[in-house]
């Protein structure tokens, strides 16, 4: 079990993830919820161990990740909001370095990359420079990346983004095979249909603090509305959005 434990995240003086503590259990998809400037990224990045909680901690299996982090890193497999990787290098010499990283056996390395590229609509390309793709492109290049070492813990910031309908569709299906595998998934995302449909269990996240944490359903019966979307508006959006848009539309309009 992923556990973390009034954990606080300071940038100088400043809180951004203010005493957050949940758990992630193994076969269970989180969700993970919040506006922009929640803290969502902040948190996944602490548990991807590229950020080092201020105050609390983080357990895996009852014990805080930061006595051997090389080990807790091996069983992870991070997805980062931005699409950032090395656009001098082809997906295939990408892939290889990041398997070799995971010290995997380079045959079946090679070979788990060449079907992952074909899966990924990517096998035609594979040989090009990084720098060539669309987001999509470099999108698949990084969930594979993600997913080559088989992690116990799977953390997807914006999983989707730039992915085109179909291939959106099957990365959903990925997500909820690996839990049925027994994988601790923490799922976070701005597409809350998506989010409906696959998570087990919802956290919505507030300037830093949790203000929700249950089932969608028991969330939906909770506000007494009829969707997760419905549960976030009411929880975080601050705004009327409506009438946000209507004078979107009305100052486009203006001569």
């Known amino acids: 079990m992923l556990e973390l434990s009034g954990v606080t995240k300071?940038?100088?003086?400043?809180?951004?993830?203010?005493?957050?503590?949940?758990?992630?259990?193994?076969?269970e998809i989180l969700g993970y919820l919040g506006p922009n400037g929640a803290g969502k990224t902040t948190t996944i990045k602490m548990l991807a161990g590229l950020l080092e909680p201020t105050e609390g901690e983080i357990l895996l299996d009852g014990k805080n990740i930061k006595k051997d982090m090389t080990a807790y890193k091996a069983r992870v497999g991070y997805v980062s909001e931005q699409s950032e990787i090395y656009p001098h290098l082809s997906a295939q010499e990408?892939?290889?370095?990041?398997?070799?990283?995971?010290?995997?056996?380079?045959?079946?390395?090679?070979?788990?990359?060449?079907?992952?590229?074909?899966?990924?609509?990517?096998?035609?390309?594979?040989?090009?420079?990084?720098?060539?793709?669309?987001?999509g492109m470099r999108q698949k290049v990084l969930?594979?990346?993600?997913?080559?070492?088989?992690?116990d813990i799977l953390l997807l910031d914006e999983p989707l983004s730039g992915l085109d309908v179909t291939t959106g569709m099957v990365v959903r299906d990925v997500v909820q095979l690996l839990a049925r595998d027994r994988k601790m998934v923490l799922y976070s995302s701005h597409v809350l249909e998506v989010t409906e449909k696959i998570c087990s269990r919802v956290i919505i996240l507030h300037h830093g603090r949790i203000v929700a944490n249950d089932s969608v359903e028991n969330l939906r019966n909770l506000m007494r509305v009829p969707s997760l979307e419905k549960v976030f508006g009411e929880l975080v959006v601050e705004e009327d959005t409506a009438a946000i848009a209507r004078r979107i539309v009305d100052t486009i309009k203006t001569n």
Do not use: N, Q, W
Not at 95 to 117: F, H, Q, S, T, Y
């Open 143 to 151: 969930i594979s990346a993600a997913l080559l070492h088989d992690p």
């Open 94 to 135: 990408y892939l290889l370095m990041v398997g070799r990283l995971r010290r995997l056996p380079d045959a079946p390395l090679r070979e788990k990359i060449e079907i992952l590229m074909t899966l990924f609509s990517l096998d035609k390309d594979m040989l090009s420079p990084i720098s060539s793709y669309s987001k």
């Open 10 to 27: 300071k940038f100088s003086i400043f809180p951004v993830v203010k005493g957050v503590s949940f758990t992630v259990k193994p076969g």
